[in-house]
């Protein structure tokens, strides 16, 4: 992994937070007060590549559709993407930008909502109704938090300081 991006966060804790929300989700969609469209895209983001160090799209972790993308009606990756974007620029959840800090939307941001940015981890969801993007991305965003804090715990009981040569795997 390059060296801005998080020593704990790669690509497979990301696929692993996922793992660990689609039950969830998964029941979830099954509601129709959820969302109709039967289909979902989840766009997580690593935390320490921020727009300063890293391009939108060297800062995506991970990247994850649940439904047959041959028949979605819309363009679920690209909402989901555009949603992450906007919180990874900023730093807030899409809906608060929106409705609270409008002055922050630049040309072509999204002006749809379910992106979530929970202590710098940005995680993007697209497909059911924004509130329930909204709370899908918290979870998984959650999740990654928690296999950080247990990678972390982990590492301590090897020395005080994380190797400077090697991602952790």
């Not at 899908?136 to 990678?151: N, P, Q």
């Amino acid at each position: 992994m390059p060296s801005n991006g998080s020593f704990l966060l790669d690509r497979a804790a990301a696929e692993k937070a996922v793992r660990l929300s689609l039950p969830m989700i998964e029941e979830a969609m099954k509601l129709k007060e959820v969302g109709e469209s039967g289909f979902l895209y989840i766009v997580v983001m690593d935390p320490l590549r921020t727009p300063g160090n890293a391009s939108f799209e060297e800062a995506i972790l991970y990247e994850h559709a649940i439904g047959d993308r041959e028949k979605w009606d819309a363009d679920y990756a690209g909402f989901a993407r555009a949603k992450a974007k906007l919180a990874w620029r900023t730093g807030f959840d899409s809906h608060l930008v929106q409705e609270l800090r409008p002055h922050l939307l630049a040309a072509r941001d999204t002006v749809l909502w379910g992106s979530v940015v929970v202590d710098g981890i940005v995680v993007g969801v697209s497909g059911a109704n924004p509130w329930y993007d909204e709370a899908f991305a918290g979870t998984v965003a959650m999740c990654l938090r928690a296999l950080a804090k247990a990678a972390v715990v982990e590492e301590r009981r090897k020395g005080l300081f994380l190797p400077a040569d090697q991602a952790r795997v």
